[in-house]
Each structure stands twice: as C-alpha cells, then as structure tokens.
C-alpha cells in the first residue's frame, strides 16, 4: 500500500492549489482517503475526506468552501482543490488511507484511523 501526494508549491494570498494523491496497492474507490496538514510548531489538523462508498466528502470547518476534494478511480487519485488560500493555510499537506474500507461517512477529527500516510508536500501561502 502507497501513497504519493503531490503538487504542493509556492502561491499568494487568494490564490489557488491542485494536490494530488496516488494510491496504489489497495481498490482506490474502496477506501475514504484523509487530507491532513501540519504547520511548523502544530499539531497535525485535518481538512477533509472523501468516503469509501459513495465519494460523499467532509471538511472541516476552517477551509469548508475553499477546498474541495474528490477522485478519479480510472487513475487511482484523489484530488484536493484548494481556492481562496490564506497565509494560515501555510503546511506540509498529507493524504492517508482510512483503514476501514467502504465506510459511508468519513472524518478527520482522529488520526489513529488512517493507517497508510504519504510522504507529505509543502504548501507555502505568502501574504
């Protein structure tokens, strides 16, 4: 199992970023698939999901309306959209693998259920 996120970079205030997350070794369309960020000093936070049964999605509270995660089976990928970016977006992003597979409702709020982590891409949001 893998996980290969992508697509991080350097963009100003109010701009916009495309991550992207790889998945191999396990059905992509089977398992809720997590967005996670860290910033330096923090704690990791959590952004949003995609669920493993019917592609339904949550986001937490601090970016809900700016980011926008979906997939794409076909090539086993999960996208995260993110608009509207603030210097606070500021993070290493990652994606993770919830470790029950065909869950209906995902969420974020605990870490210990995503068993499989990518490596992580720097998202730097300057003011």
């Known amino acids: 199992v893998q996980l290969q996120a992508s697509g991080g970079g350097l963009v100003r205030t109010g701009g916009s970023l495309w991550l992207s997350c790889v998945v191999s070794?396990?059905?992509?369309?089977?398992?809720?698939i997590g967005w996670f960020r860290q910033a330096p000093g923090k704690g990791r936070e959590g952004v949003g999901c995609?669920?493993?049964?019917?592609?339904?999605?949550y986001y937490a509270d601090s970016v809900k309306g700016r980011y926008t995660t979906s997939r794409d089976k076909a090539k086993n990928t999960v996208y995260l959209q993110m608009t509207s970016l603030k210097p606070e977006d500021t993070a290493v992003y990652f994606c993770?693998?919830?470790?029950?597979?065909?869950?209906?409702?995902?969420?974020?709020?605990?870490?210990?259920?995503?068993?499989?982590w990518g490596q992580g891409t720097q998202v730097t949001v300057s003011s």
């Open positions: 995609i669920s493993g049964s019917d592609d339904s999605t």
């Open positions: 070794g396990f059905p992509a369309g089977s398992y809720a």
């Open positions: 993770a693998r919830d470790r029950r597979p065909f869950i209906r409702f995902c969420a974020v709020h605990d870490t210990a259920s995503y068993d499989y």
